[in-house]
């Protein structure tokens, strides 16, 4: 039996026109020349194509992007941005596909398990007995001036994470 032919993808201008308004507003500008992509070093170690990414979202592919690991994987550190002829904001596009993606439901997990620590201790990276140990050779107190000795302020934090709805969206899908 012939295999039945691949369906071409059909655009979805929809969603292009709410990635430029959330955000993305240089995603026309990309021209696909790929300079991005030679220079991202998440590309080197994954199978994250930026370039690639930018065309679905340009094309309005959204189930190419918000439910992907790939998404996750840009480290934002901008060397695209630096490099690209047409002046696209290629992190900040990033950034927009994100939030869209954690309104939705998806979240990476690294990103999950930091915004988790984030949302109960107040920091990003825990504070571990080999940290401590750093802190007292240095003459510092064990633990900083922060939500970590501060119950107040930590208090403050919960509200805040709490009020913004930030608590559950980080515990999406
Ligand atoms: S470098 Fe800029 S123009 Fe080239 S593919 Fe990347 S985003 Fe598009
Ligand atoms: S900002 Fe993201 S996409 Fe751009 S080069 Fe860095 S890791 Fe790659």
Known sequence: ????????????????????????????????????????????????????????????????????????????????????????????????LRNIAVREGYMGDAHKRVAGLLTKTGHMVPLTDEYKAIRKKLDLPELPPTTLSNEKALKELKKIVSLTGFDKLVGGK
Not at 49 to 61: E, P, S, T, Y
Not at 74 to 84: A, D, F
């Open 1 to 96: 039996m012939a295999e039945e032919a691949k369906k071409p993808k059909i655009p979805n201008p929809e969603f292009t026109n709410q990635v430029i308004a959330e955000g993305a507003e240089t995603l026309n500008l990309c021209f696909q020349c790929g300079t991005c992509t030679g220079s991202c070093p998440s590309g080197r170690l994954t199978a994250f194509r930026v370039r690639k990414m930018i065309r679905r979202a340009q094309l309005g592919f959204k189930d190419d992007i918000l439910p992907t690991d790939d998404l996750w994987f840009c480290t934002t550190c901008y060397t695209c941005h630096e490099r690209c002829p047409r002046g696209v904001e290629i992190p900040d596009i990033v950034f927009t």
